[in-house]
């Protein structure tokens, strides 16, 4: 794809795994733990994944998601930093 709506996907996924990584970091260090684990050349299925992501972060509902919001928010913008 290409355009806004990737744009928009890669944002949300870059703030996902900031946000992880900042506030969840013993979670997120097991989560890619357990991905670097996998055979190599094993196929997991989309349920699968979330199955994996949920048993590390927990549910993704509405609390999951005004959690993250609210760290994204908090980040400070500085349009000249290089």
Known sequence: GSGERVSTIY????G?????ARERESDFSEYLANIANR???TRVTPKEELAAFT????????SFQRAW???MIRLRFD???D
């Open 11 to 14: 944002a949300q996924s870059w």
């Open 69 to 71: 919001l609210a760290h």
């Open 55 to 62: 048993a590390s972060f927990g549910a993704v509902d509405e």
């Open 79 to 81: 349009p000249s930093a």
């Open 16 to 20: 996902l795994v900031f946000y992880l």
């Open 39 to 41: 055979p190599r050349g």
